[in-house]
């Protein structure tokens, strides 16, 4: 019978996101703490490919550089990290000016990849119907051969 007790491994488990959440708020730390030394600032912004290194080296992490560094910014802006970012890295932001840059700029990109998303599935209409239509005259086809 249980005792409502959690297993010791039970206990030390910690979900994916969970991880991810640990992460994004260390990465956060680093960054704030960059830019609060005056190591990192929005003209002289940061990696993703050098944060993952500093990170993985100061917390035995295995970043898979720009792209692991992405998925953590990324959760950290959801949770409400103010962490701004342009082509030439990243930075923690200070003030809502530095903020607004990093929106418009994610708000151009998610108009760009809305109409990528359209096209290809214009493609994918397009490539069904002519499938459809492909498929119509071989049973056509075929019917008249048994014929």
Request: hydrophobic fraction near 35%; glycine fraction near 8%.
């Amino acid at each position: 019978m249980r005792t409502g007790r959690r297993s010791r491994r039970a206990q030390n488990y910690v979900s994916p996101l969970e991880e991810v959440h640990s992460r994004a708020l260390k990465l956060g730390d680093f960054l704030k703490n960059a830019r609060e030394a005056g190591r990192v600032t929005p003209s002289d912004r940061i990696t993703g490919r050098l944060i993952a290194e500093k990170i993985n080296d100061k917390c035995g992490w295995n970043l898979s550089g720009d792209a692991g560094v992405r998925e953590l910014v990324n959760h950290a802006r959801t949770i409400g990290l103010p962490i701004i970012g342009n082509a030439k890295g990243y930075c923690w932001g200070v003030n809502s000016a530095e903020l607004i840059e990093t929106i418009a700029d994610l708000k151009s990109r998610i108009a760009k990849i809305s109409q990528a998303l359209h096209g290809l599935e214009k493609s994918a209409r397009k490539m069904e119907q002519e499938e459809m239509e492909l498929f119509k005259e071989r049973a056509t086809n075929g019917k008249a051969a048994n014929d």
